[in-house]
């Protein structure tokens, strides 16, 4: 089944600049999506479209995709975005199947 | 404004079964599929596959066929997860989460307990 790589944790300190990759092969063809996730909460949706910011959502994310990975990027991490964060594409299938990540723990301190 | 509101937690025993409803309001419902994703204690999301809302077809994720069941009631807005045969491992939080392309609101998750 198809799968989506993530490193399982990165650490940034506060003001430095936090990039989480999500490696699939069917990211050329397939947009990625990011969600971010704090505890306890349900999950935020961050990056649309591999590079498309919803409104409300701070303008220190950013996302790209570049062949089979895709990054999203937290210019100047703030505490607040200490999270987990998954992201979510679909399949090649054509029958519109979802796969999340595994998750990474950012660490802001 | 858009709301998904899912019921309460659910302490099952082995063997039971449990419905999760999610009820949406603030859009027409019928314009947006409908996820459901798994959370269990600890890990990550797992996307548990999907329902058309204007055709009421279901589309599961390898490992969620047969005991687990997809359905809705368009007349009042709400999506349904059936969980039969209840298992420890199925103990987790079952979001819902509304998609157009990306799930941009999620219910807020209902935790289902399976213990003897």
């Known amino acids: 089944s198809y799968e989506l790589t993530q490193p399982p944790s990165v650490s940034v300190s506060p003001g430095q600049t936090a990039r989480i990759t999500c490696s699939g092969d069917?990211?050329?063809?397939?947009?990625a999506y990011w969600y971010q996730q704090k505890s306890g909460q349900a999950p935020v949706l961050v990056i649309y479209?591999?590079?498309k910011r919803p409104s409300g959502i701070p303008e220190r994310f950013s996302g790209s995709s570049s062949g089979t990975m895709a990054t999203l990027t937290i210019s100047g991490a703030q505490v607040e975005d200490e999270a987990d964060y998954y992201c979510?594409?679909?399949?090649?299938?054509?029958?519109?199947?979802?796969?999340f990540g595994g998750g990474t723990k950012l660490t802001v301190l | 404004q858009v709301q998904l509101v899912q019921s309460g937690s659910e302490l099952k025993k082995p063997g039971a079964s449990v419905k999760v409803s999610c009820k949406a309001s603030?859009?027409?419902?019928?314009?947006?599929?409908m996820n459901w994703v798994r959370q269990a204690p600890g890990q990550g999301l797992e996307w548990m596959g999907w329902?058309?809302?204007?055709?009421?077809?279901?589309t599961y994720a390898q490992g969620f066929t047969g005991r687990f069941v997809f359905s809705l009631d368009t007349s009042v807005s709400t999506a349904y997860l059936q969980i039969s045969s209840l298992k420890a491992e199925d103990t987790a939080v079952y979001y819902c989460?509304?998609?157009?392309?990306?799930?941009?609101?999620w219910g807020q998750g209902t935790l289902v307990t399976v213990s003897s």
């Open positions: 479209e591999d590079s």
């Open positions: 329902i058309n809302t204007n055709t009421g077809n279901p």
């Open positions: 989460a509304r998609e157009l392309g990306a799930y941009d609101y």
């Open positions: 603030g859009y027409t419902f019928t314009s947006y599929a």
């Open positions: 069917a990211l050329p063809k397939k947009y």
């Open positions: 979510y594409s679909t399949d090649s299938s054509g029958n519109h199947r979802g796969v």
